[in-house]
């Protein structure tokens, strides 16, 4: 059976001890779960942890697959307790009409809970907050203010958001031309009045913002750069930079060639082109991988764990991430994570599961702190049905 079991803080939870289970069974795998289940509607109702709650959306959204609970939790932790990711999540739900039979999406709604987010600092808020706020075809639906969405972006590439940093180096290539039907082309907007823009072309800022989104691994951030330095655009020529930031951007689009749009070099042109919201959204997963692989981010790797597991659905790859976050840098709840899917045999086509395999990562996240891993840790050293796996000890 392939599903998932989320991490949840038991922290001042009072968990009862389950009744063993041979998890080999998909009936008692099935009871497993919901029973975890119960123990994330106890710390959302009943104890109101934030955290508890979110961790039931995730739980209703991933394992029940019912969006319209998700929907309804995220929407009231985010209401009522303030939890950013809640407003993230419930703003990307209210934006794709995900949780509503038929609706088609709401800009309005998402926005609302998009710019609650960013006020409690959750970077990829302000990022969105931003861009619909930028944006020219989303006017009917929330009154377009370029100068308080550059404000949004700004704070957004603050919090190293690199998308923000990336969109406001477009901003500033061209300029934001104060009549929302006129789209001035780089080359003429340097010729006209700096009055006629709400945000002036300015190629030095343009290359600054550049230069730290291409840092946070940016493929197009770093197309920009090269050409930045071909010209001398907002910085000093120089050809051997050039050449190194478009050798940069390369690789990275032979990393993610699968995943996004060839990026092709012209000598005419930057890219600076307005992307719809939800292209971002559905490239959140390039992020992930740039902040895993290339910068070493022990939570951008579990954040790709889980985007690997929810969204492309490939339970393999997801299982390798979970292991190497947990081996290479100690992230609590990938050891977690890997626990759960070696105790169900999930990721390893074939397999039945490991209860010993299991065991050694749930032990670890306990020496990690991470509550869960120590009740998964006690519960198989307490069963009398996995003794054959893991010698049994009550005491411990």
């Not at 001035?184 to 823009?197: G, Q, T, Y």
């Not at 995943?259 to 939800?278: C, I, N």
């Amino acid at each position: 059976m392939q599903c998932c079991v989320d991490s949840f803080l038991t922290k001042k939870i009072k968990v009862k001890v389950m009744s063993a289970f041979d998890l080999q069974k998909e009936s008692d795998v099935k009871e497993y779960l919901e029973k975890l289940g119960i123990e994330y509607r106890f710390g959302c109702f009943s104890e109101k942890q934030a955290e508890a709650c979110h961790l039931l959306g995730d739980y209703l959204e991933s394992i029940k697959k019912d969006f319209e609970k998700a929907s309804k939790v995220y929407r009231s932790n985010c209401d009522d307790y303030g939890y950013a990711r809640s407003c993230l999540k419930y703003g990307n739900y209210s934006f794709l009409g995900k949780g509503k039979s038929g609706s088609a999406g709401s800009v309005a709604e998402a926005y609302k809970y998009y710019e609650k987010g960013c006020t409690l600092n959750e970077a990829e808020s302000c990022l969105h907050s931003g861009l619909i706020l930028v944006s020219r075809s989303m006017k009917e639906e929330v009154n377009r203010d370029v100068k308080k969405g550059v404000n949004y972006l700004t704070k957004s590439c603050e919090m190293n958001n690199a998308t923000a940093c990336f969109y406001l180096s477009g901003l500033h290539i061209a300029g934001v031309h104060l009549d929302p039907e006129q789209e001035i082309s780089i080359e003429l907007s340097a010729k006209r009045d700096p009055k006629e823009f709400i945000v002036p072309k300015d190629m030095i800022k343009a290359f600054n913002y550049a230069t730290k989104a291409c840092e946070l691994r940016n493929m197009y951030a770093c197309a920009n750069l090269s050409q930045m330095y071909a010209r001398g655009d907002g910085t000093e020529k120089n050809e051997e930079k050039a050449q190194k930031f478009k050798k940069l951007a390369m690789e990275m689009q032979e990393e993610i060639k699968n995943q996004q749009q060839t990026l092709t070099f012209q000598q005419e042109a930057y890219v600076s082109k307005e992307s719809d919201v939800k292209e971002y959204l559905e490239k959140l997963g390039i992020e992930y991988r740039f902040g895993c692989f290339s910068e070493k981010q022990a939570e951008a790797c579990h954040l790709l764990g889980d985007y690997l597991e929810s969204i492309k659905k490939d339970f393999e790859k997801a299982s390798k991430v979970y292991r190497s976050n947990c081996d290479d840098y100690g992230y609590a709840r990938s050891c977690l994570k890997y626990g759960n899917y070696s105790f169900l045999g999930k990721g390893k086509s074939g397999s039945a599961g490991s209860v010993a395999e299991a065991y050694k990562y749930y032990e670890k996240g306990c020496t990690l702190n991470e509550a869960e891993s120590c009740l998964h840790s006690g519960l198989i050293l307490v069963s009398r049905s996995m003794k054959e796996e893991v010698n049994r000890d009550v005491k411990k």
